[in-house]
């Protein structure tokens, strides 16, 4: 299995910037998809990002694009989102999700990292 581990999480004043981190630990693999969700209390969870581990090409919800931006450093096995210009509306628990890119179709979330945003 994979296993995505969060952390970079924290609370930060309105305007502000968190960088948060997705370590993948576990197996290796070649092709996946990897990205971030988030869920605000009660409500839906939310897509974010993605990219892809071996193409590098992104994708980025409309509701944060030209505020958030993911990255990947093969190297130390990590994928990142850059978090500019926070509002109070970002609020939310921050998953991160790796989609292998097979027949299988397996999935795999980490445990989430708390983002708060003061006024």
């Known amino acids: 299995q994979v296993h995505p581990v969060e952390s970079g999480g924290g609370l930060v004043q309105a305007g502000g910037s968190l960088r948060l981190s997705c370590l993948l630990s576990?197996?290796?693999?070649?092709?996946?998809?990897i990205g971030w969700s988030r869920q605000a209390p009660g409500k839906e969870r939310e897509f974010v990002a993605n990219?892809?581990?071996?193409?590098?090409?992104?994708f980025h919800a409309d509701s944060i694009k030209g505020r958030f931006r993911i990255s990947r450093d093969i190297a130390n096995n990590t994928v990142s989102l850059q978090m500019n210009s926070l509002k109070p509306e970002d609020t939310a628990v921050y998953y991160c999700?790796?989609?292998?890119?097979?027949?299988?179709?397996?999935?795999?979330w980490g445990q989430g990292t708390q983002v708060t945003v003061s006024s």
């Open positions: 999700f790796v989609n292998l890119l097979g027949p299988t179709g397996a999935e795999y």
């Open positions: 990219i892809g581990w071996k193409t590098g090409s992104t």
């Open positions: 576990g197996r290796t693999f070649t092709t996946a998809n």
